[in-house]
């Protein structure tokens, strides 16, 4: 990924108004999923191209330069992915996230929902 190269953008930097969250329902992430992934194998018996309805199942965006998205057609350099679902047996959590959902709630005032602009650069800074 380090040679990879992308295009200067001239989109001009707005600033932020809000910010919403949402959960979706299963029905939701199911229908907006361009792929069920069933199979946790990335290729194919062959080892020569992706799996379909594997982790690496072509509709969800290339991982290699020779093939192109199944879902946009577009290079692995201009399709930014799609994302797939996998069913599970009962709802799960990943915990990776709850300190970044924990610092972008507290960028937002409890009491007007305006976001605090003293601490958004907090957030933004890594770490």
Known sequence: MANLHFAHSDAPLKDIKEIQFSLLSPEEIKGASVAAITYPETMDETRTKPRMNGLNDPRLGSVDRQFKCATCLEPMAECNGHFGHIELA??????????????????????????????????????
């Open 90 to 127: 009962t709802a799960v959590y990943h915990p990776g996230y709850i300190k970044k959902v924990k610092k972008i709630l507290e960028i937002v005032c409890p009491y007007c929902s305006k976001v605090l602009e003293d601490r958004v650069s907090i957030f933004l800074l890594p770490g």
